[in-house]
């Protein structure tokens, strides 16, 4: 199959990052001058265990589907990057033929900055992409949903781990558009009161105050976290009271600056100075303030992991990466030599001492898979499935429609993929946001 071909079919199913921030999987399958493709199963974020999952029961899917890629790019090699200590994915991939990389267990293995860094000593320029330097990185589920799409299936269901405070947690294959307190009601419901819902992991995921939200082709997990845990209590403070502390508060310790996870690969991202910034102001240097474009968001700068004030140089970054990109701002350089920070290996963090600083260590690691998710009667359909555009309806309500058809299009020449119906029925609503799909 030529690349071609490879990215029609991957763009017809709808395919975009299962892992990540959703960005279109046909457009990083056009990159020109792979030489390696990087399986990403390291699944760093605590209480998530989809993609173990996906690697033990269709491990040969997945070495399949990676040698069809592998082949259309010209690529040279396929390299399934797999925590150590999961022994049992890492046996099913090699005894299907694959070749994996064993990798630590420390938080954030799964960034793809450090993944190519661990995997194949390769530098990612700052500001720039693994492509830059000959790599392609997709999740697990990803290149599980390619595999499918090869064979002509669009993207129609996600796997979501459900966990935390639910009487039976575990792992489904879900219909995109079901609603999570759908899923919730599924394990049984709740243990207690008063909690938050967050989609996706603890440490990076978004933090609801109740499930009335819908899975997408993105969502990862379901956790539900008690509301006066450390994780609910930082996630939910407003903006306004974050800079706030960002300005008064910050101590200078340095602490957010020694373990960041991108500065330990060489980046030029200094957390304490981007928060000494927010209180002088002018006084610093711009390209203090543009570091944070290189930040991951990974969290560990915050009080849940390095600083001693209760702060978050994390949403402060966010902040300002919003600010600088609505001005246009964009990162330029990457010209340097990005040497590892000789400390590197005493600063990682280990992912079971960062359970038990966020008190996730009560809940289990790796929740049982409970089947297709079949207990629903209507799914509400995001337009926006991933990064771009939003897809534009191509159905009305009242109109019959067939598992795998076509409700929404991105608009010509615009970023994004086209939305499939998860199942047979009839459109009941269609808004500028949603398509709503009553079950036949």
């Known amino acids: 199959m030529d690349q071609g071909e490879l990215v ?20 990083k399958l056009s990159s020109k001058g792979i030489s390696f493709l990087v399986v990403n199963g390291a699944e760093c974020e605590p209480l998530l265990n989809k993609d173990r ?83 392609l990185v997709h999740n697990a589920e990803t290149i599980l949903n390619v595999g499918r799409a090869l064979e002509g299936e669009p993207v129609l269901y996600k796997f979501v781990t459900v966990n935390g405070e639910v009487v039976e947690p575990g792992l489904w294959l879900v219909p995109i558009g ?10 049984g419901g709740l243990r207690r009161e008063d909690v938050v819902f967050v989609e996706g992991g603890p ?46 508060a910050c101590v200078q310790c340095y602490q957010c600056t020694l373990v960041c996870s991108r500065r330990l690969v060489g980046y030029d991202l200094e957390p304490h100075r981007i928060m000494r910034a927010m209180a002088y102001g002018p006084q ?38 919003r600010v600088l990109r609505e001005r246009g701002v964009r990162f330029e350089g990457g010209g340097r030599d990005l040497a590892l920070d000789p400390m590197r290996d005493c600063r990682l963090l280990p992912t079971g001492r960062l359970k038990a600083r966020l008190g996730l260590d009560r809940y289990p690691e790796d929740v049982p898979f409970r089947g297709v998710f079949d207990d629903f009667d209507r799914l509400e359909l995001s337009l926006r499935q991933g990064l771009g555009e939003p897809a534009s309806p191509v159905v009305e309500v009242g109109q019959a429609v067939e598992k795998g058809q076509v409700l929404a299009s991105p608009p010509e020449g615009a970023l994004g993929v086209p939305l499939h119906s998860p199942v047979s029925g009839v459109v009941e609503g269609v808004d500028g946001a949603k398509v709503v799909v009553r079950r036949a």
């Open 284 to 321: 610093v240097s711009y390209a203090v303030l543009r570091g944070a474009l290189l930040c991951s968001e990974c969290n560990i700068c915050s009080s849940l992991h390095a600083c001693p004030m209760g702060l978050s140089p994390r949403r402060v970054n966010q902040y300002l990466k």
């Open 53 to 135: 999952h996906i690697m033990r029961n269709f491990s040969r899917v997945l070495v399949e589907t990676v040698r069809v890629v592998v082949g259309s790019l010209g690529a040279k090699r396929a390299i399934f990057a797999v925590k150590g200590k999961h022994a049992e994915e890492v046996r099913a991939l090699r005894e299907a033929g694959g070749e994996v990389v064993e990798l630590r267990d420390y938080y954030p293995a799964g960034d793809e900055v450090i993944l190519v860094r661990e995997v194949l000593g390769l530098a990612v320029p700052e500001g720039s992409i693994p492509a830059r330097v000959g790599v």
């Open 8 to 27: 029609s079919r991957v763009f017809s199913a709808g395919v975009v990052g299962a892992g990540g921030a959703g960005f279109p999987t046909h457009v």
């Open 178 to 187: 079901v609603r999570a307190i759908d899923l919730v009601r599924a394990c």
């Open 203 to 248: 440490m990076t995921g978004s933090y609801r105050d109740s499930p009335d939200f819908s899975v997408s082709k993105t969502t990862a997990g379901l956790l539900v976290l008690p509301r006066d845990s450390l994780l609910a209590e930082m996630e939910r403070r407003p903006l306004e009271w974050i800079l706030k502390q960002a300005r008064i």
